[in-house]
T-cell receptor
Framework: GDSVTQMEGPVTLSEEAFLTINCTYT??????LFWYVQYPGEGLQLLLK?????DKGSNKGFEATYRKETTSFHLEKGSVQVSDSAVYFC????????????FGKGTMLLVSP | EAGVAQSPRYKIIEKRQSVAFWCNPI?????LYWYQQILGQGPKLLIQ????????DSQLPKDRFSAERLKGVDSTLKIQPAKLEDSAVYLC????????????FGPGTRLTVL
């Protein structure tokens, strides 16, 4: 079945540092890939997505590229802020009609001033 | 546009009691999902509705969990009787149409079973 593997956290960075959170996946066919963010006490919010190979999703300074050859969708940001502290989830969705999301375990990011 | 609404936000019960959660999806969204998120893990799908019909409930522990979506709008998820391992956040999400694979999540209900 489908699965998503993320690097374990917490990831602890200083403000303005470069961020990478690794994500790899296993799926049949050509899934869509997502990064969701969960701020403390809140629900999941879609951060960015990519629907086909070599697509780059980007939002709020974050970006991730759909790499089919390495089955990866790593999240990057050039300069993190304290407000980016949250839990980040990589997920995939098969592109069948009633597609569901398969999530990784999440990576906590802690950014200090 | 209003988001996905869930209530209650928090619930504490003792094991073997029953509990119900309510979800109101974004208006016009045909597909509704319930996920269980155990602390330190990613959300896991429990059940998926398309309008008022069940599409996938393969991961729902049917001996104790039930869900319904009457009239194809809001939905309730019930646990009866609750076990300690049911302590989790229960997330509701909705999606507009079949070809749109973006899901919108509610704030969740945090259940603690003592």
């Amino acid at each position: 079945g489908d699965s998503v593997t993320q690097m374990e956290g917490p990831v602890t960075l200083s403000e303005e540092a470069f961020l990478t959170i690794n994500c790899t996946y296993t799926a049949t066919g050509y899934p869509s890939l997502f990064w969701y963010v969960q701020y403390p006490g809140e629900g999941l919010q879609l951060l960015l997505k990519a629907t086909k190979a070599d697509d780059k999703g980007s939002n709020k300074g974050f970006e991730a590229t759909y790499r089919k050859e390495t089955t990866s969708f790593h999240l990057e940001k050039g300069s993190v802020q304290v407000s980016d502290s949250a839990v980040y989830f990589c997920a995939l969705s098969s592109n069948s009609g009633y597609s569901t999301l398969t999530f990784g375990k999440g990576t906590m990011l802690l950014v200090s001033p | 546009e209003a988001g996905v609404a869930q209530s209650p936000r928090y619930k504490i019960i003792e094991k073997r009691q029953s509990v119900a959660f309510w979800c109101n999806p974004i208006s016009g969204h045909a597909t509704l999902y319930w996920y269980q998120q155990i602390l330190g893990q990613g959300p896991k799908l429990l059940i998926q509705f398309q309008n008022n019909g069940v599409v996938d409930d393969s991961q729902l522990p049917k001996d104790r969990f039930s869900a319904e979506r009457l009239k194809g709008v809001d939905s309730t998820l019930k646990i009866q009787p609750a076990k300690l391992e049911d302590s989790a956040v229960y997330l509701c999400a909705s999606r507009k149409r079949e070809l749109d694979n973006e899901q919108f999540f509610g704030p969740g209900t945090r259940l603690t079973v003592l």
